[in-house]
């Protein structure tokens, strides 16, 4: 089954221009918004350029927001008429990351050219995430256009540096932080794969993840010193096997696992579907050390409930296979639950490795903080995407990946990762970053449906303060 057999009610919003929301993400891709570490290499003509080309295009956002630049990012803020209602966030990013140098012959369509052929949109940035910043802006359009008035005060976001420093979100974050605005919710990339659900237990049934969290991010330097030597004489071993020993038992003993609330919020949407008696069981119990057994032997699983390490890299090797190594180092790339921090993980791996091995952190992100479910953006979020995506099941989980929404969560309890642009999975893991980057028509016009109906559900005709005084009474 194709992602695309999921999508219906994509007659809603019949009126909406679809041949120019079409053209208008073929012309944001034309701009080579690339973005550098080293910001030396950064064109920020480009994004003078992409920015009046936004607003040149979006008249109606552009003439009733407040715009305020921070660097090279955007922070608009369109004004509610109940000031009770704490205001909505969309973001997306402006930057897109480098073209492989190189490989700018191996596109079928050049990679800024925003081509539109065989029923795609090809570009950089077609799903990383331009579609979504365009989806954004086409809704908001749409929604002025019909003359609605937003009851909630909407920011929209868009970051200049996200695929490198997240300068922009950081300052923009502080800007809200430090002007008292607390925020209802959230809205960025993220999540948003179709998966079978036999290893949840319910075989036959699809579930789509939305992103309520990120796993913390960890560079770890393993170093050994040592004189080297002739190899016939590794009375006192090598660097190599010192070092070997140290990798091997941080990997194979791990901090503990722990199912979160997100996991078993999950569980619990899914134990309706469950076919499985021995998982049904086990979630009625909410037998923790069992379900974690279980999670931990699913290569589709186990990382929701488990602190990850994959060793990347290692140098200082002999260069003759007769010569004992001197000073040697590794890198290993651990990605952290909640329930671990960097140095909790330090104190963790220096115990494991032993004197001999000194453990170092290269880089350093702690987990984000997991998002409320029972919160009224994700209350909301769920009945929109099963309006428009057929047979799904919608669950809490951990965003794969790092994102700007994380930084937000300092005036945010509920930072929902989900863009709703359903590609085919052959095409999003052939393009994301990569090589023939491209979007379908149809998966990015129900996408800006998804993104339309939600805004117009929160921030047009908003839940009233009374209401929801009531719904919690």
Not at 379 to 392: A, G, I, K, M, S
Request: hydrophobic share 40%.
């Amino acid at each position: 089954m194709k992602n695309s057999d999921l999508f219906i009610n994509e007659l809603d919003y019949a009126d909406l221009n679809a041949e120019g929301a079409v053209e208008h993400l073929r012309g944001a891709l034309r701009f080579a918004t690339t973005s550098y570490v080293d910001t030396s290499r950064i064109r920020y003509e480009a994004f003078e350029s992409f920015q009046a080309y936004l607003r040149e295009t979006y008249p109606k956002v552009f003439s009733a927001a407040e715009v305020k630049r921070i660097g090279y990012s955007l922070l608009l803020r369109l004004p509610g008429q109940n000031a009770q209602l704490k205001p909505a966030l969309f973001m997306a990013h402006q930057d897109v990351v480098p073209v492989v140098p190189g490989t700018e012959g191996n596109w079928t369509h050049g990679p800024f050219s925003g081509d539109l052929a065989d029923g795609m949109i090809w570009g950089r940035g077609a799903m990383d995430i331009k579609e979504m910043l365009v989806g954004i802006l086409e809704s908001a359009e749409y929604l002025l256009g019909h003359h609605k008035s937003f009851e909630r005060t909407v920011y929209l976001f868009f970051g200049e540096d996200e695929e490198t420093c997240s300068t922009g979100v950081r300052a923009a974050a502080g800007y809200l932080k430090e002007h008292g605005i607390e925020l209802e919710f959230v809205l960025d990339e993220g999540a948003g794969d179709v998966m079978d659900a036999a290893d949840y237990g319910a075989r036959g049934e699809l579930v789509c993840p939305i992103g309520v969290f990120e796993k913390g991010y960890v560079d770890m330097k393993l170093s050994v010193k040592a004189q080297g030597g002739h190899s016939s004489n590794p009375f006192h071993g090598t660097s190599l096997g010192t070092l070997s020993r140290g990798i091997t038992a941080i990997i194979d003993h791990l901090p503990e696992a722990h199912l979160s609330d997100s996991v078993f919020t999950a569980l619990e949407r899914l134990k309706p579907h469950m076919t499985d008696m021995h998982m049904l069981d086990m979630v009625n119990r909410r037998d923790e050390p069992a379900l974690i057994e279980w999670f931990l032997a699913h290569e589709s699983l186990y990382h929701l409930v488990q602190t990850t390490a994959a060793p990347t890299m290692i140098q200082g090797g002999s260069a003759a296979g007769n010569v004992m190594p001197q000073d040697m180092e590794a890198v290993i790339n651990f990605r952290l639950t909640n329930y671990d921090t960097p140095e909790s993980l330090l104190a963790h791996c220096r115990q494991l490795a032993g004197s001999e091995v000194q453990c170092s952190l290269v880089q350093q992100i702690c987990a984000s903080r997991p998002s409320d479910t029972d919160a009224y953006g994700y209350r909301q979020l769920v009945p929109v995407l099963e309006h428009y995506f057929d047979r799904l099941i919608f669950i809490p989980a951990q965003n794969r990946g790092a994102t700007d929404a994380r930084h937000f969560e300092c005036v945010c309890r509920c930072v929902l990762r989900f863009g709703p642009f359903l590609e085919e999975e052959e095409v999003s893991r052939e393009g994301i970053h990569g090589t023939n980057e491209r979007i379908s028509v149809r998966a990015y016009l129900q996408g800006i449906r998804v993104l339309t109906r939600f805004m117009e559900k929160t921030c047009v005709t908003a839940e009233k303060i009374e209401d929801r005084m009531e719904n919690q009474e």
